[in-house]
C-alpha cells in the first residue's frame, strides 16, 4: 500500500487460498491488458477468458504469456470446455489446454445438461494434471436448483478435485446465487454455507452490491469473480472499507459509535 493507514482488514497475500479476486476477460487487446496488469495486476488472482472469448481473441498466447508473468493464473471460461464437450471433444480440449500450456481449467455444465457422475469423473481426471474450478448452477433462469442439490453438488466435486467450487451468478448477475432483480437469495446461500466451507467457493459477484452484500458476510477475504478489469480497485476499496458501502465494516466499534452519533448529531441540526 502507499501509506499507513489504522483498522484496515488484512488481506492475505499472492498466491492465495482464499481472498481470491478473479478478473474477467471478455476481450482486452494486447495493449489494454499490459495497462490492465500495471493497474491492478497486483489484486488480481485469475483472468478468465470469458465464455468462448478465447477462440476469436487476438494475441490470445501473447495475453497468456503476459498474465502468468504478473502473477495471475489464465483459463478459458466454462462454456468453452461445454462447446468441447457438447461436440464430443473433450479429449481435443486437453491438448487445447496443453497447447497454451494452461495449468488452471474450469468444468462446467451451465448451458448443457450433464450427468453429474460424469461431470465428477471429469473433474478427477482433470485434476491429475491441473487445478481445476468447477461452476455448479444453471445459467438458464428458469431451471431451480434446489438448495439440498446445490450442497451435494458443491461437496462432490470439491471431493472430486475441484479446488474452488464457483457458483453461478453469470456476468449480469441475475441468476444462480441471485434473484433476477440482482438481490443475494439469501435462503440458498445460507443452506449452502451450512454444509460448504466458505473459503471452497467463488461468489461470481459482477454488481457493486452484490459484492457488498459478500463482504459483509464473509469479511474482506472471500472469494469473488466476474469482476470487470475497471472494477478491480473499487473491489478492493470495498474490501478495506475504504468505500461508503463498507467503511465501518472494519472500525472499532466504538469509534464508528462516535462517528454514527456525529452524524446523526449534524441530521438533527439540519433538520432544525
Not at 62 to 76: C, N, R, V
Not at 95 to 106: G, I, P, S, T, V
Not at 134 to 153: L, Q, Y
Request: proline share 4%; net charge negative.
Amino acid at each position: 500500500m502507499n501509506f499507513e493507514l489504522p483498522y484496515i482488514p488484512e488481506r492475505t497475500n499472492k498466491p492465495r487460498q482464499k481472498g481470491l479476486t478473479m478478473m474477467m476477460d471478455k476481450g482486452l487487446s494486447f495493449r489494454e491488458t499490459e495497462d490492465f496488469i500495471s493497474a491492478s495486476g497486483h489484486l488480481t488472482d485469475v483472468a478468465k477468458f470469458g465464455f468462448g472469448t478465447a477462440f476469436v481473441t487476438n494475441d490470445l498466447q501473447k495475453k497468456i504469456d503476459l498474465y502468468k508473468e504478473a502473477g495471475i493464473k489464465p483459463y478459458f471460461g466454462g462454456t468453452l470446455f461445454e462447446a468441447f464437450y457438447a461436440r464430443g471433444l473433450v479429449d481435443d480440449y486437453l491438448r487445447l489446454l496443453d497447447k497454451y500450456n494452461l495449468e488452471l481449467a474450469e468444468i462446467s455444465d451451465g448451458s448443457i445438461i450433464m450427468n453429474h457422475s460424469e461431470k465428477c469423473e471429469l473433474i478427477h481426471r482433470f485434476s491429475k494434471e491441473r487445478t481445476i474450478m468447477s461452476e455448479v448452477g444453471s445459467k438458464d433462469s428458469g431451471i431451480i436448483v434446489s438448495p439440498s442439490k446445490w450442497v451435494k453438488m458443491m461437496s462432490t466435486e470439491l471431493e472430486a478435485g475441484s479446488w474452488k467450487v464457483i457458483a453461478e451468478g453469470r456476468e449480469a448477475g441475475n441468476v444462480g446465487v441471485f434473484r433476477p432483480n440482482g438481490t443475494a437469495h439469501t435462503y440458498l446461500i445460507n443452506k449452502i454455507i451450512s454444509k460448504v466451507d466458505p473459503g471452497d467457493i467463488l461468489w461470481e459477484a459482477p454488481q457493486k452490491n452484490q459484492q457488498v452484500w459478500f463482504i459483509k458476510l464473509f469479511g474482506a477475504n472471500v472469494n469473488l469473480g466476474n469482476i470487470g478489469p475497471n472494477e478491480m480497485i473499487p473491489l478492493e476499496c470495498l474490501r478495506l472499507g475504504l468505500r461508503g458501502d463498507t467503511f465501518f465494516e472494519f472500525l472499532p466499534s466504538d469509534y464508528s459509535d462516535r462517528l454514527k452519533q456525529v452524524n446523526d448529531e449534524i441530521e438533527e441540526e439540519e433538520e432544525a
